[in-house]
Nanobody, 114 residues
Framework: VKLVESGGGSVQAGGSLRLSCGNS????????ISWYRQAPGRQRELVAT???????NYAESVKGRFSISRDNTHNMVYLQMNNLKPDDTAVYYC?????????WGQGTQVTVSS
């Protein structure tokens, strides 16, 4: 299951970015999709998850600033990131989970400068 991410970039603190994660297979709409991030020297951490029934949950550090959504018609999941902070700088990864099937995207870099 190949996931393709896009939308990373460099912004100043307070700015916004929208990350996208897509897949061409029908399994995508049946899967829970999450965004993780990994900063240099740190462990990969869960940022947000959206389930098949569109329930969402977020890491405390991004609540109120990030929003995850999905478009099953186009097999896409989005992570809208507002009021970005330098601590949000990381490589962001999309993750699919369907039963015992799991897949990761290649990652997209987000850099936030102060």
């Amino acid at each position: 299951v190949k996931l393709v991410e896009s939308g990373g970039g460099s912004v100043q603190a307070g700015g916004s970015l929208r990350l996208s994660c897509g897949n061409s297979e029908s399994i995508f709409a049946l899967s829970n999709i999450s965004w993780y991030r990994q900063a240099p020297g740190r462990q990969r951490e869960l940022v947000a998850t959206i389930t098949t029934d569109r329930s969402t949950n977020y890491a405390e550090s991004v609540k109120g600033r990030f929003s995850i959504s999905r478009d099953n018609t186009h097999n896409m999941v989005y992570l809208q990131m507002n009021n970005l902070k330098p601590d949000d700088t990381a490589v962001y990864y999309c993750n699919l989970r369907f039963g015992t099937v799991g897949s990761w995207g290649q990652g997209t870099q987000v850099t936030v400068s102060s």
